[in-house]
């Protein structure tokens, strides 16, 4: 088995990514480079499941696609044409220097630690949602792809585009709603299956899988990379890997981003996150995530979100204040709402052009900064879950307080070699 290389050492190693940690190759210009103007090109790391769509996403040209999965990888060159070439390894696509920008479609336990890694090879970032697994993997993000100048994104929408869920239209007339303070202050956001929010609820692990032989098409030590080794089942892998704690959090951690990041949008939440949250769910195995039946989050100014896993509350408003409520459709008691709509001014402009971003060095509408914030949303929840109990967050420090127990799964351990 060949040594895997860590963050760490992966820059002082790989001389070509070394070269463009800072100035990316499109920047340089002259032989051999492209300038602004010309085509940017892209890498997809992870081909199954959500990875396939990433091939077409955007208008770069794909030049590499990577999966530790062999058969997959070998389908998405046949996809991507004759100009693709294939990798096992993620860290041969990080040390390409004609390579601008990175697609990360991998189990959300590679998020972090791949974007990262992108980011000081110079690279720019398209992350599937949810952002990273962890509140501190998040903060870390953060924190080197602004060292690094990088321009990231997350792959979810709905706070700019498409219909959001339940409701017949984008999310703009009810975040002029709020921004009108006709609704009062503060608010409660109800999201259930009204907004199809369990489509994913019953998502879970096995707990009494038995160890199976790794298929020889697939590296499974790297599959894990940082997870802790468990022996393999083909139920931990590809598209039921969501069901277990190691790489995921169920059904939240699966669909939580893209319905909660609206949610924080429209109470203008990007920076910061609550600092209660409650839970009613069945107690959890310690590896396989399963359901659980309401999580209650509080900010502090009173702003309450709650996530109605049961749909108890399946006739209530979708947000509400002591002036007034909304539901689906835009129905509503507020009287005349949608002349009043009409006359209101629209949210302020969002840069939803990733690449158009990346050419021009700003920052993307849905970046590094409020999607951990909408990433955390899902990582307090799911925290409380696993625990089964009632917890307080400081949004400040990104920790919870007074609960070692809570913190450990704040900053949980890497399997080495991997680490931050």
Not at 342 to 370: M, Y
Request: with cysteine; charged share 25%; hydrophobic share 40%.
């Amino acid at each position: 088995m060949k040594t895997r290389i860590t963050r760490r050492n992966f820059l002082s190693t790989a001389a070509n990514a070394a070269l463009f940690t800072i100035i990316p190759r499109y920047v340089l210009g002259g032989q051999g480079f492209t300038v602004p103007s010309e085509q940017l090109t892209k890498a997809v790391i992870g081909v199954g499941g959500m990875g396939r769509g990433h091939l077409t996403m955007g208008n770069a040209k794909l030049l590499a696609v990577c999966d530790t999965d062999e058969d997959r990888m070998k389908f998405a060159m046949e996809k991507g044409g004759k100009d693709v070439k294939g990798y096992r390894d993620f860290l041969e696509v990080l040390a390409r220097p004609d390579i601008d920008i990175i697609h990360i479609a991998t189990p959300p336990h590679w998020h972090g630690l791949i974007s990262a890694m992108a980011a000081e090879a110079g690279k720019d970032i398209w992350c599937e949602k949810p952002m990273t697994r962890t509140i501190g993997e998040g903060k870390k993000v953060v924190e080197i792809v602004n060292r690094c100048g990088r321009i990231f994104r997350i792959n979810t929408w709905f706070r700019f585009q498409s219909t959001f869920y339940g409701f017949g239209t984008n999310v703009v007339p009810i975040k002029k709603i709020v921004l009108s303070g006709m609704l009062g202050w503060p608010l409660k956001v109800i999201v259930n299956a009204g907004t199809g929010f369990n489509w994913k609820f019953g998502w879970s692990g096995l707990i009494d899988a038995k160890p199976e032989p790794v298929p020889p098409q697939l590296d499974y030590d790297l599959w894990l990379g940082p997870a802790p080794f468990k022996p393999y089942h083909h139920h931990r892998v590809h598209g039921t890997f969501r069901g277990y704690w190691d790489y995921d959090a169920g059904g939240l951690g699966d669909m939580g981003q893209h319905y909660l990041d609206p949610v924080q949008y429209i109470l203008g939440k990007d920076d910061t996150s609550p600092v209660e949250v409650d839970v009613d769910a069945p107690p959890q195995h310690p590896d396989a995530a399963s359901s659980w039946r309401r999580i209650t989050m509080k900010y502090a100014d009173g702003c309450t979100i709650i996530l109605d896993g049961e749909n108890r509350d399946k006739d209530a408003p979708f947000i509400e204040g002591p002036n007034g409520q909304v539901y689906p459709q835009l129905r509503s008691n507020i009287p005349n709402l949608l002349q009043r709509l009409r006359e209101l001014p629209d949210p302020e402009p969002q840069a939803t052009d990733f690449e158009d971003c990346v050419l021009k060095r700003r920052k993307f509408a849905l970046n590094e900064i409020n999607a951990h914030r909408s990433c955390t949303l899902v990582n307090i929840a799911s925290s409380a879950v696993r625990l089964g109990r009632s917890l307080r967050f400081d949004p400040v420090a990104q920790q919870f307080i007074d609960d070692e127990e809570a913190n450990r799964l704040v900053d949980q351990p890497m399997r080495a070699p991997w680490h931050f």
